[in-house]
Structure formats: structure tokens, C-alpha cells
């Protein structure tokens, strides 16, 4: 599939039917698979040959939708995780475990923030924040002998800084470790992480790439450039035999484009079991086929009620890459030359209490803790997603406490701008 461009990657790939079979993915429905002899059974444990033998590692339905979603990226291999919880954390434990350092942008999804400063903290992996717009010298002094991975988003989430990928990546290479990049918002339709030298892509597919609110997942995709095995020292788990699994090494035997996800499925799905199921897999394909369709749509959308917001009385500050005046432009010119996403986020004048008037008004864009689907829909992070961050965690995440975000969906923009402006109106 990788010679088609995005838009017939997005429809067909991951899964071409043969002769007489079904034309859309099936739903393997199925926890396990029948093989006629305990040899055939053998050589899947010791991962000699491909197959499947219980749908907690792996299963059909979900390899073909991990499958088309890394030839989207263009990545080398590729698993499906139940959220965009579960593929974070898995990208990251796969790497960084008790006594190892993460290097994270600072501006990230407040679950990430959350998982990463109180949950692998727990763990013992330790984390040095910093500014999605640190300098090089600022970035090179947050390494650290114990660094095992540099994480960020294309676009944060809800702070939607635009992350200078060809740069973080530089950092991370020069300190001999991957970066992970959280693709969620931007989507393999407006920008391909990899192309910028980043080694992981990981994304919620809850938002954009299910698109319609209906199954919660998430995915890992494998760049297939990081090379472990010229940092073996700082890679045990990719490098060194693994006792659990029958002594397998795996950057020896799956090499560059492999070591990662086959590790990631062996160890960590099968110990800790966040698949996604083959039916939310199945709903989730269903999404990707028109993904190249509503990406440019949700866009065109979101510009529209950045431009009109910006020139509202009311409003004090509008943060969209898509604006000329927006600190991100410049970046956004370079990493999403195409549009970035759907959500704008904005202050209005009035702080927390003008917000939510604003947010009671509203009769188009519901409240709701989600972004990023075909419904619009609005949230004050600071009284919920964000609600566990103190005000100074808030501050360095660029999240004012009367921060409205908007996720603008697939509906009218000029009927979305008039339920906007009746809302506005009703602050006095
Ligand atoms: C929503 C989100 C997550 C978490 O994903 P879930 O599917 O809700 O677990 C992670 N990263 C980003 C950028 C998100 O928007």
C-alpha cells in the first residue's frame, strides 16, 4: 500500500480480500485459534513463525487496522492498544522502566501529564519537563545519564502549541535515545511525525481517527529508523536476551523495523492486556475510510470560527496555528502545511465566570470531556480534563484557568458562528 497516497491508504489499506472473501474487514470475533498439532502451537510461543493464538495479544481484526494506520504514517509495524492511555504508556514502560528518565514536553494532554508525573513516577521513572518552546541548550540540559526517551504532541492538547519535531528529535538522537511523538490531533493527513526524524507515533484514535465518538482506542506505530542496538547499554529490554520469552533478543531478531512493537505485544500486552477488541476495531476502520475526507473539513471549520473569534470584542486571546498572528504559525507552515486540526481554543473576557455563561448558552457545541469528532463541542479544561493540575502546572502547561476549548466539528460553519455570537451576547 505505501506506493498510494493517503487518501486510497486511507480507504483500502491494511486489508486486500482475496477471491471470494469479504470485501470489509471481518470481525474476528474470536479469542483463540484452532492448530492440529502442539509443534504449530510451539513455534507461535517462541515467536518463530506468524500467527495467532489469543486475541489478548494479538488478533486479525485489530492487525488490520494497526496495519493501515502505520502504512498512513509510514511506519514499519504497528498495534492497535484499547486507548490512547494504554499505547502512551506502553510506548514509554517498553522503553523506560524503574530508574530510567523521560524528558517530556510540558504541554501535553493532561492524562500523559498525569501518567507520566504520578503514575510511572510510582514506577520509578522519573520525568524533567520542559517548554514545547525550549531552546537547544535548555533541552540539552534536561537529559540526564538515566534518559531513555523524549516525548511530545504535534499539537497539544488543549494548549495547542505546535511542536518543533525536526528539532526534539535532533535533541534526542544527540543523546542517543527516541522521540515519541503523539500524533492525535494533527493525523497522519496533516502531518507524518516521522518524515521529521521522530522514531514512535502514537495517537488517542478515540478523536479524529474514529472521528465519531463512538469507541474509545489508541495505536503505536514503529518507525523502524531507531537503531537499539547502537545503544544497546541504554536498551536492555530490546537488546539483551529476554528470560520470559524463551531468550529472545529482540533488536537482533526483528531488527530496526520489528524489535519495538513485537517486544511491546510479547511483554507488555500479554502481561498487561490492554488490547483493543476486534468489534471497536472494526468501528474504528470504519472512521479511518473517510478520514482524508473530514480532516480538511474540520479544518476549514475550525479556521472560519478562529478568524471570526478573533475579532471579537469578548474575546481576549484566540491560540490557532491556522492564524498569522498565532505564536505557532511559523511552525505550522513547516509541520502542517495542509491545516492542523479542528480545535481552537480561546479566553474570553471575564475569565472562569464568562466562560461559563458562554458555555451555558451555547446550543450547537455541547459540553463535553472529548474533542475531535464530527460533533462540535466545548470545555473549560481548567474545571475538568486539567482539574487535577495545580494553577502553576496550568500556567507552564499554557492553559489560563478561563481557557475555553472548542473542537469544531463537521457541521455549517455559519451555523456554527451564529450559535457562537448568541452565546457571546448573552456575557454582559
Ligand atoms: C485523548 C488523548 C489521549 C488519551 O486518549 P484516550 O483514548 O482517551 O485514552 C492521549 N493523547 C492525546 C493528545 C489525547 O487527545
Redesign the pocket.
Known amino acids: 500500500m505505501s506506493k498510494y497516497r493517503c487518501e486510497t491508504v486511507c480507504v483500502q489499506g491494511g486489508y486486500t480480500p482475496g477471491n471470494g472473501e469479504p470485501r470489509q474487514i471481518p470481525i474476528i470475533q474470536s479469542t483463540t485459534f484452532k492448530y492440529a498439532t502442539s509443534e504449530d502451537m510451539g513455534k507461535l510461543f517462541d515467536l518463530e513463525t506468524n500467527g495467532y493464538f489469543y486475541s489478548r495479544l494479538q488478533n486479525p481484526t485489530c492487525d488490520a487496522v494497526a496495519a493501515k494506520i502505520c502504512a498512513l504514517e509510514g511506519g514499519t509495524a504497528a498495534m492497535l492498544t484499547?486507548?490512547?492511555?494504554?499505547?502512551?504508556f506502553f510506548a514509554l514502560f517498553n522503553i523506560c522502566t524503574n530508574g530510567c528518565h523521560i524528558v517530556a514536553s510540558s504541554g501535553?494532554?493532561g492524562?500523559?501529564f498525569n501518567l507520566i508525573s504520578v503514575t510511572m513516577a510510582k514506577m520509578g521513572v522519573e520525568v524533567t519537563f520542559v517548554s514545547p518552546d525550549a531552546d537547544d541548550e535548555e533541552l540539552d540540559a534536561a537529559f540526564q545519564p538515566n534518559t531513555r526517551a523524549v516525548f511530545g504532541?504535534t499539537?497539544?492538547?488543549?494548549a495547542l502549541t505546535v511542536l518543533d519535531i525536526e528539532r526534539f528529535a535532533k535533541a534526542a538522537h544527540r543523546h542517543g535515545v527516541p522521540l515519541i511523538v503523539?500524533n492525535?490531533?494533527a493525523t497522519p493527513i496533516n502531518c507524518r511525525p516521522f518524515e521529521w526524524g521522530a522514531d514512535i507515533v502514537?495517537?488517542?484514535?478515540?478523536?479524529y481517527i474514529d472521528g465519531h465518538g463512538s469507541t474509545?482506542?489508541?495505536v503505536i506505530v514503529d518507525g523502524g529508523k531507531f537503531d537499539w542496538m547502537a545503544h544497546a547499554e541504554k536498551f536492555p529490554g530490546l537488546c539483551t536476551p529476554d528470560e520470559s520469552y524463551h531468550g529472545i533478543t529482540y533488536a537482533q531478531r526483528f531488527g530496526k523495523e520489528g524489535a519495538f512493537i513485537t517486544k511491546c505485544t510479547a511483554q507488555l500486552m500479554r502481561d498487561f492486556g490492554s488490547s483493543q477488541s476486534p468489534q471497536n476495531a472494526f468501528y474504528l476502520n470504519l472512521g479511518l475510510e473517510s478520514l482524508h475526507v473530514r480532516i480538511p473539513r474540520h479544518c476549514e471549520n475550525a479556521q472560519a470560527v478562529a478568524e471570526f473569534l478573533e475579532a471579537h470584542p469578548k474575546v481576549t486571546q484566540v491560540n490557532y496555528c491556522g492564524l498569522p498572528g498565532d505564536k505557532y504559525h511559523a511552525l505550522a507552515e513547516k509541520y502542517l502545511p495542509h491545516g492542523s486540526c479542528g480545535v481552537v481554543s480561546f479566553e474570553l473576557n471575564g475569565g472562569r465566570d464568562a466562560a461559563q455563561i458562554f458555555m451555558k448558552h451555547l446550543k450547537l457545541a455541547s459540553i463535553e470531556t472529548?474533542?475531535?469528532d464530527a460533533h462540535t463541542c466545548c470545555l473549560n479544561p481548567a474545571t475538568s480534563t486539567h482539574r487535577q493540575m495545580t494553577d502553576a502546572q496550568l500556567a507552564a502547561a499554557g492553559i489560563p484557568a478561563g481557557l475555553v476549548r472548542l473542537s469544531c466539528g463537521l457541521e455549517s460553519k455559519e451555523d456554527l458562528i451564529a450559535d457562537l455570537t448568541q452565546a457571546l451576547e448573552a456575557i454582559d
Open positions: 484499547s486507548s490512547g492511555q494504554a499505547a502512551n501535553i494532554y492524562g500523559t504532541e499539537i497539544a492538547n488543549p503523539d492525535t490531533f502514537t495517537h488517542s484514535t478515540t478523536k474509545v482506542g489508541g472529548h474533542v475531535a
